[in-house]
């Protein structure tokens, strides 16, 4: 089979610009508008592949950057690739380690070839290019893969410019060197806050014929305005008729916004990371479990959610466990933060479906605190 | 009820000086000889109660030092207790205490009305006596409480002497204390490696009417010969028709040679503590899953073991979690090891069932590599 009959995008519904779709992967089929959890180095953090699944999680990200470093892509193939290596069974997506070597590494050389950077873990020198990009991921096998591109800071106009035609040439050779039908690779469109760059970006991308696109170098440091008027015009060129995917996004306004803006996929470490961070997501706001005042609070983080966590625990016993450092801490808040975002995700569905998504958006992103 | 009635001990069968046996307590029947996974700060290090259940676990100890100090009994105790605290629904056991003060505490100050010590969290400066103790043990509410007593190093038989003089007059002074009838409380025999000691012990702490009797001071520096030595001297003389605790123990090897010698309960850290530090508990021994040899070891820990981790994941991907240090490790390593331990008490079980236990033991300890 090849690739455009594997990666099929049906769109069941539709409300103002967003939409509620089916994509379907060799390893099962995704309900769009979709939260991957990112599992950066073949694990999301603290959390079981057994409790991503009873999550109802479906795509999963893992880093390119990092896996390439550590086992290696080498290993992950012999080991008969990421999906068997983590024991994801569920739709998998790579990243193309680009975002990584320009954010992480303080020392890399940029040229239209590639980048040289220096490894985080031990300090080697190592080379990416966008077939060297695609290979490793080839070798990792993940359903969705990307692009190889390169993120520029948000304002620095010249720098975005040069960056994004280096991303536009990449794009295409990143397609010249795919050789696996069972993995769409998707399209990064850039340009950071500057809507001329991004049309060019979206129209230039558009033209590639890619199964799916991406919408790279958003959340780093723009305003959430920015972000949004940059969704509206790219979107207004990305086909109709592929799957749209945000990188990095997000916080639960940021999902609704995107979703609201006729974004169809997201990932983001947010809900684990703040979970490390004792931090809880709520559809209000989030929660400093910290806080002196839970010490006694025998109400569960969110008495309207059903994760395990909220069903089996109180406040006080989460701040216990985050005040005596105990690992419990990060999986339960994990679990319920995952949540949090897998319901809204699954709710704002279900809203496009009943045609109600603005009062829906409406009334959520009245009620949410920064 | 009184205590008498509700734990009720049945012996089902015996073979040699090992019993298989029913304990009942409020929160469920206790199939002995049994494992108990700690809890120090309560929760069972980077396992869910949900994990926990699923490995089969029946009943956990958590440590009234640590909880005493965070979160406090009195917090417990506010928030329903510890089995709600922590939402672990079968039997608890809660220790005296006297253990962490004598052997974690380089600041203390014992005489013969109790124990004054420095915490290890802030340095503050608390006190525990025999009638402190029990207050304690009773805000937290677990079925099985133990006596406060002091522990010696295994050697010094003057200090032995002195220590086993205090803890029995603390036993009795205990059970003065208790007040729930929905706890039994344990006594304990001190008495070093001494056997005369611990005859003497043995005989004063059977003679108080106890529902249960524990084994202290073992396992703390001694040779696994002068331990079995001391099982033997003291089930000797501790009555038949009560359970014994072994406290403290154990490896693999040493939960064999203690249910021979007739023990009933077990606790130990080592299946959660050796996890946290990448070492596998097998039938066989123990594996450094650090190991290099491991890096593409498409195998499970063990093949013969059917925990979640087994049945998922191969070594080559425990190894890279470990080497990435990833959380998921400790969960994962946790899970297994404690199945281990968990499974070798039901096979001891069922081997005393059907009277095969000298075998059993003998084939287990050959294989059995220290």
């Not at 892509?73 to 998998?92: I, Y």
């Not at 015009?233 to 990305?238: K, R």
């Not at 749209?244 to 609201?260: C, H, I, K, T, W």
Request: hydrophobic letters at 40%.
């Amino acid at each position: 089979m090849s690739t455009s009959d594997i990666f099929q995008f049906e769109i069941q519904a539709r409300d103002g610009k967003a939409r509620a779709g089916l994509f379907q992967t060799p390893h099962g089929v995704l309900q769009t508008p979709v939260f991957a959890p990112v599992g950066t180095q073949a694990t999301v953090k603290a959390v079981t592949p057994a409790q991503l699944s009873e999550l109802g999680a479906s795509l999963v990200l893992a880093n390119t950057y990092h896996l390439y470093l550590r086992p290696g892509d080498q290993l992950v193939a012999e080991m008969g690739g990421l999906h068997s290596f983590m024991q994801w069974n569920g739709p998998l997506l790579t990243d193309s380690g680009g975002f990584q070597v320009f954010s992480l590494n303080e020392i890399r050389k940029v040229d239209d070839d590639g980048v040289t950077f220096k490894s985080h873990i031990d300090g080697s020198m190592h080379r990416f290019t966008p077939e060297s990009s695609i290979a490793i991921q080839e070798n990792l096998g993940a359903d969705i893969i990307m692009a190889f591109d390169e993120c520029a800071p948000p304002y620095d106009r010249e720098y975005i410019q040069r960056a994004m035609q280096r991303t536009h040439a990449w794009a295409e050779r990143c397609m010249a060197a795919k050789t696996r039908p069972d993995q769409a690779l998707f399209g990064i469109v850039q340009g950071g806050v500057f809507a001329d760059l991004r049309s060019e970006s979206a129209r230039f991308i558009s033209s590639l014929g890619f199964p799916g696109h991406a919408i790279g170098g958003l959340s780093v440091g723009e305003t959430k305005g920015e972000m949004n008027e940059m969704l509206e015009e790219v979107n207004e060129i990305l086909p109709e008729d592929r799957p749209r995917y945000l990188m990095g996004v997000g916080s639960p306004e940021d999902l609704v916004n995107g979703v609201l803006r006729g974004v169809d996929i997201f990932d983001c470490v947010l809900p684990t990371r703040l979970a490390r961070h004792q931090a809880a997501m709520t559809r209000t706001g989030r929660m400093n479990l910290m806080n002196a005042g839970y010490a006694k609070d025998p109400r569960p983080i969110d008495e309207t959610c059903a994760c395990y966590t909220c069903r089996t625990f109180t406040r006080a016993y989460l701040r216990h466990l985050i005040v005596a450092k105990e690992m419990l801490a990060s999986t339960l808040v994990s679990i319920h933060n995952l949540h949090t975002l897998l319901q809204l995700m699954r709710d704002l569905r279900q809203a496009i479906f009943e045609g109600r998504l603005d009062t829906f958006a409406a009334e959520f992103l009245q009620q949410y605190t920064l």
